[in-house]
């Protein structure tokens, strides 16, 4: 009997083993400093900010469509939470939100798109002081706005991509079991101007076009959305269209808005060049003064320049019998190089 009782004791301490409860996933259901973001999205490309034209209520029937301008959902959504400890914590979710982990106390967190391609973003290691702006990029050709002085030549730049932000300030996570489920609406914080080059004649001369935007602001602050004082000029390329060159050209805005003095830079602040090549090889360049439109548009919207000319004799310069010597399907030596920071 006494060989039996160690055998009967194990069993029935196995047999009481199987009917107790075993927690395999204790993790998830403790008690953290956790939220669900779900976030959504303005798709606006232009926001009026003044009593300038209505573009949603008056948009021509010629144009584009409004609504075929907007930008469309990212692929990707980045939280930064600044906490107590002066650290800084990242985490990428998909477009729509996702679990992010949090510390004790208040956070401050910074939201934007993660899946920019030409935007730098400095300054990180304080949400006061994070900034996007965008690389720069050179054009031999380009001589600067003519409209201002020498000493004030500005950086050339490129277009920034779609850019997306938001921010919450001192947000106290509660330590629970199921995340805290908070809606995070993602505004834009790069808008689009449509430019409209219509030609009066000559536009059967031009091959190929190209401009740049001078006055805009070289950068936004991602916690605000107001932007920079510092300003640059944006080199951008030209589709062809049955009256002229044609360009949707992305950009932060107005510099100094909507804290600044934006509006009272001056005539000449903004001025659009275009330059043109013709399909005899040459080149020709025209500079406007926009300054009034970006003025009023600060955030976006539709400038057109119209009356412009190319001569018979630029035109048919070089050109023998009628015909054109050059086949030109390219800028060549004058293409841009993109130039990282």
């Known amino acids: 009997m006494r060989t039996i009782f160690p055998i009967l004791a194990v069993v029935l301490f196995l047999s009481s083993c199987e009917h107790k409860d075993l927690c395999y996933n204790h993790d998830e259901h403790a008690h953290k400093y956790h939220i669900e973001v779900q976030a959504t999205y303005?798709?606006?490309?232009?926001?009026?900010c003044t009593d300038y034209t209505n573009w949603v209520t008056s948009w021509?029937?010629?144009?584009?469509?409004?609504?075929?301008?907007?930008?469309t959902k990212p692929s990707g959504l980045r939280v930064i939470n600044y906490d107590k400890y002066d650290t800084h914590h990242i985490t990428n979710l998909e477009p729509d939100g996702g679990i992010v982990h949090l510390t004790e106390g208040a956070n401050d967190l910074l939201f934007y798109n993660n899946d920019t391609e030409y935007i730098v973003f400095t300054d990180m290691n304080d949400f006061a002081t994070t900034r996007a702006t965008t690389r720069t990029r050179t054009r031999t050709t380009y001589d600067g706005n003519p409209f201002t002085l020498a000493s004030e030549k500005e950086e050339t730049v490129s277009p920034p991509d779609m850019l997306f932000g938001n921010f919450y300030a001192g947000y106290i996570p509660e330590k629970v079991q199921r995340p805290t489920v908070i809606p995070v609406t993602m505004h834009p914080l790069v808008f689009t101007y449509k430019i409209r080059f219509e030609f009066?004649?000559?536009l059967h001369y031009v091959s190929l076009a190209r401009?740049?935007?001078?006055?805009?602001?070289?950068?936004?602050?991602?916690?605000?959305?107001t932007t920079s004082d510092e300003v640059a000029t944006i080199l951008f390329d030209c589709e062809m269209r049955d009256y002229g060159p044609f360009a949707l050209v992305n950009?932060?805005?107005?510099?100094?808005?909507p804290n600044g003095n934006y509006a009272t830079?001056?005539?000449?602040?903004?001025?659009?060049n275009l330059e043109v090549m013709l399909r005899n090889g040459k080149i020709v360049s025209f500079d406007i003064d926009v300054t009034k439109e970006v003025e009023a548009q600060p955030h976006g919207g539709v400038i057109v320049v119209k009356g412009l000319k190319i001569s018979d004799e630029d035109g048919m310069e070089g050109?023998?019998?009628g015909g054109?010597?050059?086949?030109?399907?390219?800028w060549g030596e004058y293409e841009d190089i993109d130039i990282p920071l």
Not at 42 to 48: I, L, S
Not at 251 to 257: K, N
Not at 265 to 272: D, I
């Open 42 to 48: 303005r798709y606006e490309w232009e926001e009026r």
């Open 265 to 272: 830079r001056g005539e000449g602040a903004y001025a659009l």
């Open 319 to 321: 050109s023998v019998g």
């Open 251 to 257: 950009s932060f805005g107005a510099p100094g808005y």
């Open 200 to 202: 009066e004649y000559g």
């Open 211 to 225: 401009g740049a935007l001078s006055g805009m602001a070289r950068a936004v602050q991602l916690s605000t959305g």
């Open 324 to 330: 054109f010597d050059v086949d030109v399907n390219d």
């Open 60 to 71: 021509p029937e010629a144009y584009t469509p409004y609504d075929a301008l907007r930008p």
